[in-house]
């Protein structure tokens, strides 16, 4: 089986920032692609960030020049870095990595709270 483990969630003030982590445990696997993806209430989830093992990376709009993602393909570990944080940012953060094991498949952290207070 494989898990994917967040942290580094928390409350921060405006202008401040956090360092999310998620690392995939399990055998057997590769890993494709990993990416966070975000849900504030009453709103759909959204992608904020993916990376695939070529290192190509993609951004949400609205997150662009404030948030950095990376990975550490030894680790299995993927980070969102975010810096200049908004309040409009608050939202659960959710891991998702595509792996393959014979075939490709989505799996999925539990989520992590991101509050940003004004």
């Known amino acids: 089986q494989v898990q994917l483990v967040e942290s580094g969630g928390g409350l921060v003030q405006a202008g401040g920032s956090l360092r999310l982590s998620c690392a995939a445990s399990?055998?057997?696997?590769?890993?494709?692609?990993m990416g966070w993806y975000r849900q504030a209430p009453g709103k759909q989830r959204e992608l904020v960030a993916s990376?695939?093992?070529?290192?190509?990376?993609n951004y949400a709009d609205s997150v662009k020049g404030r948030f950095t993602i990376s990975r550490d393909n030894a680790k299995n570990t993927v980070y969102l870095q975010m810096n200049s944080l908004k309040p409009e940012d608050t939202a659960v953060f959710y891991c998702?990595?595509?792996?393959?094991?014979?075939?490709?498949?989505?799996?999925w952290g539990q989520g992590t709270q991101v509050t940003v207070s004004s």
């Open positions: 998702n990595a595509k792996i393959k094991r014979g075939i490709l498949i989505n799996y």
């Open positions: 399990g055998s057997g696997f590769s890993i494709s692609a």
């Open positions: 990376i695939t093992s070529g290192e190509d990376t």
